[in-house]
């Protein structure tokens, strides 16, 4: 019998070991994800881990090859899905997986969510991460719990998924998130690592299993179960030395002596003859009995989840910043916090009658307007699924914030309300003050009359002001995509590079003065200084105020040409003086010199040897006689009676004169050219003067061309609008302009300062003149009331401009166009000019041509005129101000009139507005001063075109 037993004992427990001899290693695709430390692969690409401990073991038992598939969770979750792999590890339970897939009946251990921050955040609730970034991972059940929270609770903030625990951690740490949501395990071991603290938010306990595709190798979900549970039960199993490894538990169990162990297995064959009749009965309890267990254990670990869950709200209660009231369906009231009680005051028997109406009346009296704090409490007890959010005012000056939101179970059910209150009274002072001082630097810095800039450390511009971006022309837009050196003359930019390094540099840097080039290419002096903002020793913005100085630097130069205009002046009027008194002495002697030798010459007879001196000195005597009436145009007392004359007659008598005749006789390689104004106004003056004063330019062109060249003679009429700078201010008005310009060797700059000057010549001495050529041409200009402009640049010439009042006073010779080819039909002209003189003018020529007549002094007035009664035809100055020029003029009156009629009158030469003008309607262009003539031809081919 003995002999029997043994050897179905040992056939018994003998056959699993035969069939492991037998049978083929069966492959199991285990999926896994970095998840330490129940599962991870080291820096040898080993797995290890409690889960991988375990498995390990259990493989070894049941003959299984292990290949363990690497992914993140979310690819993980997806080959569960598809069967991809055969078994998941480290997966938490819930209901919705459930029906995904089959879970090990035995958990491996508990875990739970946990919101971790950068250290000393004021994240303290969950209602703080409100409006906050909050990092988690993908498919994470601890990520879809806190989004069930948060909805109860009316939070709301923006999620940033990811593939791993680390990378929510990494989030947080680089403050790309405000917070992250990772298991207690995970953060345990690598918060530090990140020098993250947790929070005081707890929340989901879960239990963790392994998991297969649903309705697939449940034979192996079974065998995991079974061998799970042996080991939980063996107290120095590999599952309680893995966790002892891999989480410090304790591991103080009782193991089983050796001589048990035989004792027991001797016995056992014993034992299993005995009872192998009631062997059904047993499994039969067994199963009872697991399955009481079971409910037991689920009930216990429900309890144990409501108990935490409850730690968790009071710890969120109590170390809430927020006064909580929490009211059930009825407005009975369920909790409350000390912060509360703290805040409003509220009698203790109040609240521990539990009465919602009882608070709400101790509430009132400390509310500003409580009729509309009642309203709102009742209209949110009656819209049981609204949020609400105001601040309310407070009797005793503080303000403070309210919030409630609706609880909802998973059923859909309303379970009451939460109410939020939070003191906010200093942060709003602190709003108030600074949102006041922020509206004062900005109304400061926007209104500023100086440029202001702030450039961060790349030279890009974070901020401008208003006049920054008017006075350089550029969007805000624009100022985005651009750097300073975008903005600086290419000159100023080595200067301002070396500038900003000192700046950075933390060196003072004083008043500097630099360029700034604006949108449209402008060159914009500017003075100004910088400085640099710092923060934890690191330069963080330069701040630049500039100050426009072109004003100033216009008025410098402006005033050191007048200055020099003064100076030559009072020295010309010094000279002149002086050159009138000699030559006052000199007409007196010179009587007898130049009178003398003709009486002489008329008593000599032909053949006198006498003769030839008698006629050298009567040569000298005229030559003098010249230099003396020189010497006299030179003091302006040489002027004869003004009368009106031809300056295009003038030149052509003198090209026609045996002085131009000896001129080209002694400079042969020397061409000469004219360009005649047809049209020429008249001016008044001496004939022989101007006369004069041409031959000199003409004669110091052709001299400054040795080696020959071109001498150009031209004229124009010119109307100037405004004061421009030349080598004298030229003044408003009508001129015709005489022109010489030669290709010789042109004026030194140092020499062009004096040319005027009475013997002042860069002429060998005695080879040509008397050294009064040029100051003639100066007095005859300034005793005409002209004006003198010089252009020279050596080696390419020079050119003279003389300006001379014009006059429409005819010759008395010259010849006139018939007026009844432009006279009126009876037409009406409006004038738009903004200069009264020449309004008057233009009125009094048309009025001439018996045109109805009306003038304006700009182009507002032209458009509310024409608003009321219609002109033919408008005669408009291009260039008006202040106010609208003529283009913009025109351009807003051919969108009110279509088809209006118009001709552009102007002192300046022809421009781009004034083809853009003549494409939207406009006639002709007439510059300015115009006759008669020219303004009537011109009207009268616009009207009949």
Not at 15 to 26: D, E, G, I, N, Y
Not at 363 to 379: C, E, G, S
Not at 624 to 629: E, G, K, L, N, R
Not at 688 to 706: G, I, R, Y
Request: charged share 25%; net charge negative.
């Amino acid at each position: 019998m003995r002999k029997f037993s043994l050897l179905t004992l040992t056939v018994f427990l003998g056959l699993p070991l035969a069939a492991s001899f037998t049978t083929a290693a069966t492959p199991i695709k285990v999926g896994m994800y970095q998840n330490e430390p129940l599962i991870f692969t080291d820096l040898d690409g080993k797995v290890k881990g409690i889960f991988a401990d375990i498995l390990q073991y259990i493989s070894s038992e049941e003959g299984w090859s292990l290949t363990y598939v690497p992914g993140t969770w979310t690819q993980c979750l997806e080959r569960l899905k598809d069967g991809e792999i055969d078994i998941l590890s480290t997966i938490a339970f819930s209901n919705d997986r459930d029906k995904l897939f089959d879970f090990t009946h035995e958990n491996i251990l508990t875990n739970w969510g946990e919101i971790y921050t950068r250290k000393h955040s004021p994240i303290r609730t969950i209602v703080d991460l409100h409006a906050k970034k909050v990092a988690v991972l993908q498919e994470d059940i601890h990520y879809q719990a806190l989004k069930n929270h948060f909805h109860a609770f009316g939070v709301e903030c923006d999620f940033i998924e990811t593939d791993n625990y680390a990378t929510v951690l990494e989030l947080v740490a680089n403050e790309t998130a405000d917070a992250g949501v990772v298991n207690r395990l995970f953060g345990m071991k690598y918060a530090p690592t990140y020098r993250l603290g947790k929070s005081a938010i707890i929340f989901n306990p879960i239990s963790i299993h392994l998991a297969a595709p649903k309705g697939k190798n449940r034979h192996l979900i079974a065998a995991i179960d079974e061998h799970i549970k042996f080991l939980k039960d063996q107290g120095s199993s590999i599952y309680h030395r893995s966790l002892d490894q891999w989480l410090g538990v304790a591991a103080n169990r009782w193991v089983f002596p050796g001589w048990l162990k035989v004792l027991l297995f001797a016995g056992g064959g014993v034992l299993l003859a005995l009872f192998l009749g009631t062997l059904i009965l047993r499994s039969k309890v067994r199963e009872k009995t697991r399955e009481i267990a079971k409910e037991l254990a689920e009930r216990r670990q429900a309890e144990d989840l409501i108990q935490f869950q409850n730690t968790i709200l009071a710890t969120q209660q109590e170390t809430s910043l927020d006064a909580i009231l929490v009211v059930d369906d009825t407005g009975k009231v369920i909790s409350f916090n000390q912060r509360f009680v703290d805040m409003w005051h509220i009698p203790p028997a109040i609240l521990r009658s539990k009465s919602d109406d009882g608070v709400i009346q101790s509430l009132l009296p400390q509310v500003a307007d409580p009729d509309q704090f009642v309203a709102r409490i009742k209209y949110l007890y009656e819209h049981r699924d609204e949020h609400s959010f105001e601040e309310v005012e407070l009797t005793d000056g503080r303000t403070c914030e309210r919030y409630s939101a609706p609880m909802f179970g998973p059923d859909k059910k309303y379970y009451g309300r939460v109410w939020y209150f939070r003191d906010v009274t200093e942060r709003k002072k602190t709003e108030l003050a600074l949102r006041e001082s922020e509206e004062n630097y900005r109304d400061i810095f926007e209104n500023a009359d100086q440029l202001i800039q702030s450039v961060d450390t790349h030279g890009h511009f974070h901020h401008v002001n208003k006049k920054w971006k008017e006075t350089l022309g550029y969007s805000d837009e624009e100022v985005a995509r651009l750097a300073v050196w975008d903005v600086l003359h290419p000159d100023a930019i080595p200067h301002c590079q070396a500038l900003f390094s000192k700046i950075l540099a933390g060196q003072k840097v004083d008043t500097f003065e630099t360029v700034f080039l604006a949108k449209d290419g402008r060159s914009i002096p500017v003075e100004g200084n910088s400085n640099c903002r710092f923060e934890d020793g690191r330069p963080v913005l330069t701040r630049g105020i500039f100050r426009d100085i072109r004003e100033r630097k216009r008025a410098e130069a402006e005033k050191a040409k007048l200055e020099a205009q003064l100076y030559r002046a009072q020295q010309m009027e010094a000279i002149g003086t002086l050159a009138g008194g000699v030559a006052h002495d000199l007409n007196n002697i010179l009587s007898g010199i130049v009178s003398y030798p003709d009486l002489l010459l008329m008593e000599l007879p032909e053949d006198s040897p006498l003769r030839e001196p008698i006629l050298t000195i009567k040569k000298s005597g005229d030559k003098a006689a010249s230099i003396v009436q020189d010497l006299l145009t030179l003091a302006r007392r040489g002027v004869a009676a003004m009368e009106v004359v031809s300056l295009n007659q003038i030149i052509a008598d003198y090209l026609e004169s045996h002085e131009f005749g000896r001129l080209i006789t002694h400079h042969p390689h020397v061409e000469v050219e004219k360009k005649i104004d047809d049209r020429l106004l008249n001016i008044k003056g001496s004939a022989a003067l101007l006369s004069k004063t041409l031959m000199n330019l003409v004669a110091n062109a052709a001299e400054a061309m040795p080696d020959g060249g071109r001498i150009s003679i031209a004229t124009q009429n010119r109307y100037i609008d405004r004061p421009i700078g030349g080598y004298d201010q030229i003044q408003e008005g009508d001129y015709v302009v005489l022109s010489v310009t030669d290709t010789g060797v042109g004026i030194l700059s140092q020499d062009l300062k004096r040319i005027f000057e009475p013997f002042y010549t860069r002429k060998a001495m005695g080879r040509s003149g008397a050294g009064l050529g040029m100051a003639v041409v100066w007095g005859t200009v300034k005793d005409h009331q002209g004006y003198i402009d010089v252009q020279s640049q050596r080696g390419q010439g020079t050119k003279f401009q003389l300006y001379f009042p014009a006059t429409r006073e005819q010759l008395s010779e010259e010849a006139k166009i018939p007026v009844e080819n432009y006279r009126a039909h009876g037409e009406s002209i409006l004038i738009v000019d903004d200069v009264k003189e020449q309004r008057e003018i233009a009125s009094w020529m048309l009025t001439k041509l018996d045109y109805a007549v009306e003038a304006v002094a700009s182009g507002e007035e032209a458009i509310e005129y024409l608003k009321k009664k219609p002109a033919d035809l408008l005669v408009l100055d291009m260039i008006m101000d202040p106010g609208m020029d003529g283009f913009e003029t025109y351009q807003k009156i051919v969108a009110i009139s279509p088809g209006q009629k118009a001709i552009i009158a102007s002192g300046f030469a022809e421009n781009d507005r004034v083809k853009e003008a003549q494409k939207l309607g406009a006639g002709q262009y007439v510059r300015k001063p115009y006759t008669l003539e020219k303004i009537g031809i011109a009207i009268r081919d616009a009207l009949d075109r």
